[in-house]
């Protein structure tokens, strides 16, 4: 049961072959089996779940069924849930328990699916690896034995669709966390555009770039779990006039005679990639070609400066946002000998290492004497990025790049912040300018690991990513089926 995907669980669901509680028995004894090693989740709701479950089970039963009745989900820990701990991956928040519901989170309780838990990522989603967490990192199912990285920082929810410990997952993206993540693990990622899902009772990292979306196995999928998240909400006033309808399947986009122009980025061609992604990468171009896509080159002339410009505006955000976590009101608190002895004890205590230097460099360009020179500067980089985006979709109507360089690196790389960073290089310049990018299985690599290719587009254009997306999903035929990666 495990390897059925959500279009195929629903159907059983629907004809009532299996019930939502089978279902979800069948995710909670996986769990049970494997979750401590893959350590994919913080908190596990197994109680909840069945309650879920039954719930399911009696509006299948009334025919009232919901979109996503009886879907059995992992929900980033990210997301305040009500009444269940919301930690953020932080010693900060590691018994915060909201008494209230995310917006997100709301909207899947609204479509039916059933919660598994609260799965691991980077500590307030700052990090790639999900090393940054104060409760470990998850493992990619991968090659298990190897503890590679399930990526980050929506690398608890990677590491469980992957592994058959949940059937698909929410994930943020503030400069690649459900792409990276998703690309390293044979998922697949959407981070949709900006304001189309909303913010409201997600744990803030940097809310201009804050973007949450579906990650899942198959286009289909995520397009299932994107329609229920997305849609406006009066609660977060970036949140768009726009919603997400399905229409899954997905319909095809080429074929038949249709045309389509796909634009390649230029100022990529000279970034250094693993051979296998070269030629996955050039496999997937001639595959569309195939169908009669046409491709051209466009160019993005300071995409090369995004990484420099994210790792400014992002941090001044985060230093903002996580002002609030004082010992005050919620969270830890270390009583000092006074006020501001309570406040450094209490941050110095709760946050760490990545956080602080994050909250560093963010008060740093935001004082008086650097904001000009770096903070105005990166918004002004981050404004042409957005606007040369703009222009190339005037060339084209959608664009192709690598999600990552590589495969998934072992979790005990020792690599140094900026080289941690520098991983971010294909993914950070979408968030820059909010547009939808969707991270999809390109093919496997000599070594047998997964690699993806990201399909990007215009604003509100999120169908249209999605649609060529599966496309490239149905080229590359990589078989993510939970049991056949762990082996068991
Ligand atoms: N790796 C990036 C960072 O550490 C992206 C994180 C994210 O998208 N949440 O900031």
């Known amino acids: 049961m495990i390897d059925l995907t959500i279009t195929e669980a629903l159907e ?36 909840r779940a069945l309650s879920d479950a039954t719930a399911s089970d009696a509006r299948y039963a009334a025919g009232t069924a919901l979109p996503l009745d009886g879907i059995p989900i992992a929900m980033k820990d990210l997301f305040a849930t009500r009444n269940i701990r919301t930690t953020a991956a932080s010693h900060m928040l590691e018994n915060f328990v909201p008494q209230y519901e995310s917006t997100v989170s709301q909207k899947f309780i609204d479509a039916g699916t059933v919660l598994l838990g609260k799965s691991n990522l980077d500590e307030f989603a700052m990090g790639t690896f999900s090393k940054t967490s104060y409760f470990g990192a998850p493992v990619n199912p991968w090659h298990i034995e190897q503890k590679l990285t399930a990526g980050g920082s929506s690398g608890g929810t990677t590491s469980a669709v992957a592994s058959g410990l949940a059937i698909g997952g929410t994930g943020t993206d503030t400069g690649g966390s459900i792409r990276f993540p998703s690309a390293i693990t044979g998922l697949v990622g959407m981070k949709p555009t900006y304001g189309l899902c909303s913010r409201w009772g997600c744990v803030a990292f940097a809310s201009s770039l804050d973007t949450p979306g579906p990650i899942a196995r198959t286009v289909d999928d995520a397009a299932l779990l994107l329609a229920a998240m997305a849609g406006h909400d009066s609660k977060d006033s970036t949140s768009a006039d726009a919603g997400f309808n399905a229409h899954t399947p997905i319909l095809p986009i080429l074929g038949d005679g249709k045309k389509l122009r796909i634009g390649i980025i230029k100022e990529f061609a000279n970034v250094e990639i693993s051979p296998d992604m070269k030629h996955l990468f050039e496999s997937r171009i001639s595959d569309l070609k195939s169908l009669g896509a046409e491709f051209i080159d466009i160019s993005i002339p300071n995409i090369l400066d995004a990484l420099a410009a994210y790792y400014i505006i992002a941090p001044a955000e985060a230093s903002s946002n996580l002002a609030r976590y004082d010992g005050m009101r919620y969270g830890l608190r270390v009583d000092g000998t006074d006020l501001i002895d309570t406040y ?3 941050r110095a205590a709760g946050f760490g290492t990545e956080v602080q230097r994050r909250m560093i460099i963010g008060t740093a360009v935001l004082s008086s004497e650097s904001y000009e020179v770096y903070f105005m500067q990166a918004a002004r ?13 005037e060339q084209c109507d959608l664009i192709l790049c690598p999600a990552s360089a590589g495969t998934a690196l072992p979790l005990d790389s020792d690599l140094s912040p900026l080289e941690y960073y520098a991983l971010d290089l294909f993914t950070v310049a979408m968030n820059l300018a909010g547009i939808p990018a969707c991270s999809v299985p390109a093919g496997l690599a000599q070594n047998g690991l997964p690699l993806g290719i990201q399909v990007v587009g215009r604003r509100f254009d999120d169908m249209r990513v999605m649609q060529l997306a ?9 078989d993510n089926r939970p049991t056949k990666i762990m082996g068991k």
């Open 344 to 346: 450094k004890k209490t």
């Open 470 to 478: 599966k496309h490239i999903e149905q080229f590359a035929g990589v």
């Open 12 to 47: 059983k669901l629907k004809s009532r072959e299996i019930s939502a509680t089978e279902l979800t028995h069948a995710y909670l004894d996986r769990i049970e089996k494997y979750g401590a090693d893959l350590n994919c989740y913080i908190t596990t709701t197994p109680e």
């Open 381 to 393: 980089v981050r404004r042409m990025i957005a606007d040369s985006f703009n222009a190339a979709f």
